[in-house]
């Protein structure tokens, strides 16, 4: 979890800014209020097309302020042009503040200040202003040598009033922070999950191997590039030929629910592709491991749900045997503070929340789609400093490993599925996570989350039993000749194919089928879709002559769960 920490210890670094400075003997500002932008404002600062805010407000005394974020109690100065900003007349404006310092990994919620310039007070309520949410996007690219400008990561984040999240991709840190707010503060519960590190557990190996050797996304390959111990080598990022990573963003602008999807290309080394950790000599290239991973991360509820889709497949034709192990690591305490040493784990079959030590093993067999509950044994059912979560998956894992070197209670566990991606097809593998703060309220999250990897369920209807012969009397062409009208609803988003066929009674006795052409088309949770089939013309032609006949149909849905079919019929078809 190195990664991980490098990248909190930067966050915090840069909140800390200012706070041992003294108070200047020239500022004599004695309170202030910002104004614009309004309490609650949404910013999401998006590093492909960068942006500014506008600030103002009102100051009591004489001399400059400074527009700072404070967080939990931490100060982190915008810089630029919110530095030494000028109040005249009591008032202060800045039309081009700058965003890219203030929108640092995580995502968070923060109350802008105006403070004396160069002062961080003791006490910083009399400078008042809004809480505004910090969202954003960055984009993480090989900075040097043969592989400069390489894509490897991004950094995703969304945030509410109420909570938020924020994303890596699989070797970056997955679910990277997932936080709820309360009077109390910024509680983050969850750190990294649903991620691959740079060594499993044990430490021995590493957490993804394909066909029996390591191998290694794309961000993975930048963060373990350093000197041993505590990465691989350095040079590892220099490697070739670099895999191929690639990602999209959906963002709803107004409620902050997103929608990601990446695609990470797998490699191992050569010429010694078993050698784990790889040396400079075991990895002196790079060669694909005949897999990549599609993910879909779907996060709704105000943030305080996520869903983690994960397709991993062939490409090379050949099935592939695959041992992963998915690192989860819980935080269960205020944003930027010392993680709980008291966190609880409830997996299937637990009577209580119990903490785990280092190296133990909770071993299946698990049900295939189950929970696993964390919060803090010490606290109350409520509490908002640590918050509640759970954990969901779709399939059960084979075990799961606890590990973690730096206290007594363990904090994070990796999750081991030992899997084959068919050389055709997809092993598909999901996770949920929610957050909250009662028992009741993660559960209720957690049965939704169970319930959406349930396989799709559809149900089928004709919407009459007559259809319109008018083709066969030469009218005009917009009219509804030979359609059957069908009314479908799925309980999840599916990929949907009709098929069906018309069976004609003939003169003599015997019985043909004629095929009805399949029609495709996509399913919304929950909505009702109308389905429209044309039945063969030779169909029409025997119910005018009188002949009897019957259809029936078959509804085909597929999605990430899996596929299903509804059936319908129509015991006698008739003419209008």
């Known amino acids: 979890m190195l990664r991980r920490c490098a990248c909190i210890a930067a966050a915090i670094a840069g909140l800390a800014t200012g706070l041992a400075?003294?108070?200047?003997?020239?500022?004599?500002?004695?309170?202030?209020?910002?104004?614009?932008?309004?309490?609650?404002?949404?910013?999401?600062?998006?590093?492909?097309?960068?942006?500014?805010?506008?600030?103002?407000?009102?100051?009591?005394?004489?001399?400059?302020?400074?527009?700072?974020?404070?967080?939990?109690?931490?100060?982190d100065l915008l810089g630029g042009s919110a530095t030494n900003v000028t109040v005249s007349g009591g008032t202060f404006s800045v039309p081009d503040v700058p965003l890219n310092l203030l929108f640092l990994p995580p995502a968070t919620l923060c109350r802008l200040r105006a403070v004396p310039t160069g002062t961080s007070p003791a006490d910083p309520s009399p400078f008042s202003g809004p809480r505004v949410a910090l969202g954003g996007r960055k984009e993480n690219r090989v900075a040097g040598g043969p592989n400069a400008g390489k894509l490897y990561n991004f950094f995703i984040g969304s945030m509410n009033l109420a909570g938020g999240a924020d994303y890596f991709s699989l070797g970056g840190c997955g679910l990277t922070d997932s936080l709820l707010v309360s009077a109390t503060g910024v509680t983050d519960v969850l750190y990294c999950n649903a991620w691959i590190d740079g060594v499993g557990a044990p430490q021995t190996r590493a957490a993804l191997t394909v066909d029996g050797v390591p191998a290694y996304p794309p961000a993975l390959i930048h963060y373990d590039n350093g000197p041993p111990p505590s990465s691989y080598f350095t040079g590892f990022e220099n490697r070739q030929p670099f895999p191929g990573f690639k990602y999209t963003l959906t963002r709803n602008p107004t409620t902050g629910?997103?929608?990601?999807?990446?695609?990470d290309r797998i490699v191992k080394c050569m010429p010694t592709p078993a050698t784990f950790k790889p040396t400079p000599s075991s990895c002196t290239r790079f060669a694909d491991a005949g897999v990549k991973l599609d993910r879909t991360i779907v996060a709704d509820h105000g943030q305080r749900v996520t869903r983690i889709s994960d397709r991993w497949s062939s490409v090379d034709g050949h099935a592939h045997p695959m041992s992963i192990q998915y690192e989860n690591d819980q935080h269960v305490g205020l944003q930027f503070k010392p993680d709980s040493t008291n966190i609880g784990y409830r997996f299937p079959g637990d009577p209580v929340y119990m903490t785990r030590a280092n190296g133990q093993t909770v071993d299946g067999p698990f049900p295939k789609l189950a929970a696993v509950f964390v919060r803090d044994t010490t606290v109350a059912d409520g509490d908002p400093a640590t918050g509640q979560a759970a954990i969901v998956w779709s399939a059960a894992p084979n075990n799961a490993i606890f590990f973690d070197n730096f206290q007594a209670h363990v904090r994070n566990f990796d999750l081991t599925y030992n899997r084959t991606v068919p050389a055709r097809g997809s092993l598909n593998l999901g996770f949920g996570y929610a957050t909250g703060f009662t028992t009741a309220g993660v559960t209720t999250l957690a049965h939704q989350l169970q319930d959406g990897f349930k396989p799709v369920a559809c149900s089928l209807k004709p919407k009459g039993s007559r259809v319109s012969a008018a083709a066969l009397s030469g009218a005009s062409k917009k009219s509804k000749k030979g359609v059957l009208r069908l009314t479908a609803r799925c309980n999840q988003a599916a990929a949907l194919t009709l098929t069906g066929g018309v069976k004609v009674k003939q003169a003599n006795g015997k019985a043909r089928t004629l095929v009805i052409a399949p029609v495709t088309t996509s399913a919304v949770v929950n909505k009702k879709l109308t389905l429209r089939v044309k039945l063969p013309k030779a169909a029409l032609k025997a119910l005018k002559d009188g002949l009897r006949e019957s259809v029936r149909f078959k509804l085909t849905a597929s999605n990430f769960n899996g596929t299903t079919t509804a059936k319908a019929k129509i015991a006698r078809l008739k003419l209008k």
Do not use: Q, R
């Open 257 to 263: 629910d997103l929608t990601i999807t990446e695609t």
């Open 21 to 75: 400075a003294p108070a200047s003997a020239l500022a004599d500002i004695t309170s202030s209020n910002i104004t614009t932008p309004t309490n609650g404002t949404k910013i999401f600062y998006d590093d492909l097309t960068p942006s500014t805010l506008s600030v103002s407000g009102t100051a009591a005394g004489s001399g400059n302020v400074d527009i700072a974020c404070y967080v939990n109690g931490n100060k």
